[in-house]
């Protein structure tokens, strides 16, 4: 073949891949809004456009991605796949555009996503997220905040932080440590207006609690200098799932309540909390990120997972 023509062939090959990322761009999108309407007026172009280029799709693969009926928009089993695959390469497109662009211009930029318990989205890591995007305004940030357990490569997340009480079992996933999930037992000292500050643990059993909302609740305790452990059985006046919740009725003084260090350590400095009987140490995990690989990772990706565990280790030291 000679330079002409192997030049005409490459061309061709390259103007096939382009109409092909445009098909699957649109095929996204009319899945996506769950019909051709929707998606045509989201994309700009006519409904007809947009049904054709579909099926010239579907013809080019021989295959049926969506199944054609008046009443109801249907994706077929293998256009169910073919979606998710579409998503992970238009996904791969973007990152390789924004990678380029950042090298180009030293700027971070691009869509990170990222998932985290509620309970740490609230304090600190919504801080720690905002301050980094104000850092790098070409950034944007999807935070997913959601105590599910993502699957970091299915559902296409950059960075899943999460905290995990026992040993991490084996994963195909990279692990980064943060910081330790570590409870304390607080209350107001405003509460002990009226209730004595407890010297051991059976005091316990004299003052009002806080807690989540089950049918049983515990505090399995662990001295810190003796081998010795108890359990100890309360009753909660205020029961809900919300750390949030539980932090403000504990700084009103409606009863004692453990909580996670790193939820309530400037509270502990002000003096707004104290921590009761810390001779005794309650279960603790550990908070960590978790993420496929850093190989081909995003410039911007790369610099907020850098970011949060500086921030994270200074939290540690303050």
């Known amino acids: 073949m000679n330079d002409r023509a192997k030049s005409s062939t490459d061309y061709s090959k390259n103007e096939t891949i382009m109409q092909n990322l445009n098909d699957y761009y649109y095929f996204v999108q009319v899945v996506k809004y769950q019909g051709y309407t929707k998606a045509s007026e989201a994309l700009g172009i006519t409904k007809s456009k947009l049904s054709r280029r579909i099926s010239e799709l579907e013809a080019r693969l021989d295959v049926r991605l969506i199944q054609r009926n008046t009443r109801k928009f249907t994706v077929t089993e293998i256009g169910q796949q073919f979606y998710i695959h579409c998503v992970s390469i238009l996904d791969e497109v973007e990152k390789t555009e924004n990678f380029v662009y950042s090298t180009l211009h030293d700027q971070l930029c691009g869509v990170i996503k990222i998932s985290c318990p509620v309970a740490l989205v609230e304090m600190p890591v919504a801080q720690m997220i905002t301050n980094f995007m104000q850092r790098y305004p070409e950034v944007n940030v999807h935070l997913w905040a959601t105590n599910h357990r993502v699957d970091v490569i299915e559902e296409g997340v950059d960075l899943a932080i999460r905290v995990r009480n026992m040993p991490l079992m084996d994963s195909d ?145 303050e």
């Open 173 to 317: 996933l990279i692990v980064r440590d943060l910081d330790a999930w570590k409870h304390v037992l607080v209350a107001s000292p405003q509460l002990f207006q009226e209730h004595t500050l407890p010297e051991n643990l059976e005091d316990l059993a004299d003052l009002p609690t806080i807690g989540f909302d089950r049918p049983k609740h515990y505090w399995d305790f662990r001295h810190r200098e003796k081998s010795q452990t108890q359990q100890i059985e309360y009753s909660p006046r205020l029961r809900t799932d919300s750390f949030s919740a539980m932090k403000f009725a504990a700084m009103s003084g409606i009863g004692v309540v453990s909580l996670p260090l790193v939820f309530v350590r400037e509270e502990l400095k002000s003096g707004e909390l104290i921590e009761l009987l810390p001779m005794w140490q309650l279960p603790q995990g550990v908070i960590h990120v978790a993420y496929a690989t850093r190989q081909g990772m995003l410039p911007a990706v790369r610099a907020l997972l850098d970011y949060l565990i500086a921030e994270f280790k200074a939290l540690e030291v």
